[in-house]
DNA sequence: ATGGTAACTGACCAGCCGTTCAATTCAACC
DNA sequence: GGTTGAATTGAACGGCTGGTCAGTTACCAT
């Protein structure tokens, strides 16, 4: 019993990578074996090894085509005017993102240690990149008088991560929706950096 | 070759905590075995089970110790003088308590996944007692007019992943000292819910 | 000196791990 | 209708897993 109908490269390589990322997402990449991820898919463990070489470059691929993404997006806005409109389109933009890819976050975020120094450098580089981006944002505004900001770093890393953390417990259909969490977070971020005008 | 010098069983039963901690933290739950927890320790693996019944209650009692200690030491505070003092030292507080603390704090927030339902129950209710401290501090202010926070919950969720995003970077001897960030985040948290008095 | 016992070893268990590969199946082309 | 070749199976590899336990050691009280 080999292949049933058509052909499934094209397929398969797909299914496996949503299967990755779910199981990954859900019981962390040591805890998930080849053959859990093969058993989702419906297929033998060795079929994985037809489009990826190993269960290392699995997790770095989920992880760099997330933020690649990630980046891609980001770069894409259109450019708002001025410093405070800026911050709320990033802040609405960040969550919006996130919120909509909660598997790709969790692993982005939870298993940078499980990555070989290799892919480490590449995923960190990436990563880094995009935080580049708000603390130009930050910078910029600062610079302009808008925001007052003690330290544009520590600013850069705190927005982040209260604006990372919504995908700790949003749920689609809960209490409040998308739109009303970006806004209610584009103000708090707006508010944290002391921007003085009003963009949320 | 047994046991060499003296009775060991009030130095290995810490020690074995210590070096689980450090390794879950290091490498995640999944990924570290008994074996390698006990040749830290400088034992053979049978050992381990004369200190604790199984692999899953290494890693709640981990979890419950940080969260008690938590808890214990927030309600040790002295009462401050209106919302904001609170509030900065609720910020204060926590940014220490974690700071001092990556291992643990690492393993509260990353291996929740890995702790069976009946644990990971009794893990919750302690995390979310803690919440409940901040988010009756932000009640408070709210009604006395001191703050300026749309939805309550959020803000107390916001407020707490900015703060725990410290344990990402902090680094002792890195360029800002305990004090400088404790002061940088808590006046971020401040302005984040639109303290009007300064209380930093 | 000797018996008791807490602390620990080291071998073992069944089972799963990531990975490889010869053999098989089946759609597509000539 | 036979051939080709991509897609997949299923068994196998050595090695590691969490956990158990009979046996050994070294301290302590007597």
Redesign the interface.
């Known amino acids: 019993m080999a292949r049933k109908t058509g052909s499934h490269s094209e397929i398969t390589g797909p299914r496996i990578r949503a299967a990755a990322e779910h199981l990954f997402a ?6 998930v074996s080849m053959r859990q991820i093969a058993a989702e898919v419906g297929v033998q463990a060795g079929a994985l090894y037809l489009y990826t070489p190993d269960k290392q470059s699995l997790l770095a691929d989920l992880m760099r085509a997330h933020l690649e993404g990630l980046l891609a997006a980001c770069a894409a806005l259109p450019e708002a005017p001025g410093p405070e409109a800026r911050l709320a389109q990033f802040a609405r933009f960040h969550i919006g993102y996130h919120i909509e890819r909660p598997d790709a976050v969790f692993i982005a975020y ?1 298993e940078l ?2 990555l070989e120094p290799a892919n480490f450098a590449a995923i960190e580089a990436l990563r880094r990149q995009y935080e580049d981006r708000l603390e130009a944002i930050l910078r910029d505004g600062r610079a302009a008088g808008a925001f ?1 900001i ?2 544009t770093k ?2 850069t ?6 604006l ?3 995908t ?2 949003y749920r689609e259909g809960g209490r ?1 929706g998308r739109a009303e ?1 970006e ?3 584009a ?3 707006l ?4 921007a003085t005008g009003i963009a949320g």
Request: aromatic share 8%.
């Open positions: 859900r019981h962390g990449y040591a805890a939870m240690r499980n007052t003690p330290d520590l600013a890393l705190a927005l982040i991560a209260m990372t953390g919504v700790n417990w409040l969490v806004a209610i977070y103000d708090m971020a508010k944290a950096v002391g």
